[in-house]
Nanobody, 116 residues
């Protein structure tokens, strides 16, 4: 019922920047959480950053000061600006939306590869 479409991933050199976007469509509650998770090979999926519909944010310690999450409620789109990228940021990044009933929807994932 909720479709999430991500874009903006790709290869980047260490120290570089990327901006991920995730557009939501379908039956969407006005109150929701949107966020970005990532999963590296052989590791569990982890929360990178999240933002409420009111604009409150939460970040993983490993990305604080480097990544910024934002959203456009009119477009139902969430963004992740990633600066000072490191090789350890390499992963598949997934967009997530959680509704007031704690039901999760996921995007298809976008690969981010940080390498020289």
């Amino acid at each position: 019922q909720v479709r999430l479409v991500e874009s903006g991933g790709g290869p980047v050199q260490p120290g570089g920047s990327l901006r991920l976007s995730c557009a939501a469509s379908g039956i969407i509650f006005s109150t929701n959480f949107m966020g970005w998770y990532r999963q590296a090979p052989g590791k569990q999926r982890e929360l990178v950053a999240a933002i409420t519909s009111g604009g409150s944010t939460n970040y993983a310690d490993s990305v604080k000061g480097r990544f910024t999450i934002s959203r456009d409620n009119a477009k139902i789109t969430v963004y992740l600006q990633m600066n000072s990228l490191k090789p350890e940021d390499t992963a598949v990044y997934y967009c997530n939306m959680r509704d007031p009933y704690s039901r999760d929807s996921w995007g298809q994932g976008t690969q981010v590869t940080v390498s020289s």
